[in-house]
């Protein structure tokens, strides 16, 4: 029900790696499906990664084998750890919350502000 911060982005060289967090500022234990979207220029917004209150997890074709979404329900928080990045990967990433514990559908409530991951070549 909180405000939703992103922390973790920032310049990295192709081939790094990068681990972008998300804190849920409301009170209470949250089991609401949340991820991480990423907007690059000239592209629409895209997920990235969503994760469930259970641990059900899904990822990106781009992102798959490289990236990896984690939450921890008790401090409300959730990671994507970014492995192997490339310079594809640039632009600007949105931590999401949806409505419920719905597993995929739907659309996200509750955004970030959105953090900058900028990968060189």
């Known amino acids: 029900q909180g405000q939703l911060v992103e922390s973790g982005g920032g310049l990295v060289q192709a081939g790094g790696s990068l681990r972008l967090s998300c804190a849920d500022s409301g009170s209470g234990i949250s089991f609401n499906r949340m991820g991480w979207y990423r907007e690059a220029p000239g592209k629409q917004r895209e997920l990235v990664a969503s994760?469930?209150?259970?641990?059900?997890?899904t990822y990106a074709d781009s992102v798959k084998g490289r990236f990896r979404i984690s939450r921890d329900n008790a401090k409300k928080t959730i990671s994507l750890q970014m492995n192997s990045l490339k310079p594809e990967d640039t632009a600007v990433y949105y931590c999401a919350r949806w409505a419920s514990a719905i597993i995929s559908g739907g659309h996200p409530v509750s955004w970030g502000q959105g953090t900058q991951v900028t990968i060189s070549s």
């Open positions: 994760i469930t209150g259970a641990g059900s997890t």
